[in-house]
């Protein structure tokens, strides 16, 4: 059973910075591809950025050059940092394989930026 936990969130102004980080159980962590999500209120959630199992990384245009994903294997944890927080990063973040496919969700983290 796979289970999912992420922390890190948290309340920062805008420009500031937060590090996420994701904790993975009952896989075989290394070789399946991770993605961070996120879920503003009244809108779909979305794929922020992704690590395949070998490194390779893709961003969401809007946070390109801000945000930064990573990973390790030997703690089975995936990491985003988000530099630059801006007021529409606000979101609940989730963490998930990538792509998408029958891994419960786990609670997720909540980020709040102010202006």
């Known amino acids: 059973q796979v289970q999912l936990v992420e922390s890190g969130g948290g309340l920062v102004q805008a420009g500031g910075s937060l590090r996420l980080s994701c904790a993975a159980s009952?896989?075989?962590?290394?070789?399946?591809?991770m993605g961070w999500y996120r879920q503003a209120p009244g809108k779909q959630r979305e794929l922020v950025a992704a690590?395949?199992?070998?490194?390779?990384?893709n961003y969401a245009d809007s946070v390109k050059g801000r945000f930064t994903i990573s990973r390790d294997n030997a703690k089975n944890t995936v990491y985003l940092q988000m530099n630059s927080l801006k007021p529409e990063d606000t979101a609940v973040y989730y963490c998930?394989?990538?792509?998408?496919?029958?891994?419960?969700w786990g609670q997720g983290t909540q980020v709040t930026v102010s202006s």
């Open positions: 998930n394989r990538w792509p998408v496919t029958r891994w419960d």
């Open positions: 009952g896989i075989v962590f290394s070789i399946n591809a």
């Open positions: 690590i395949s199992s070998g490194g390779s990384k």
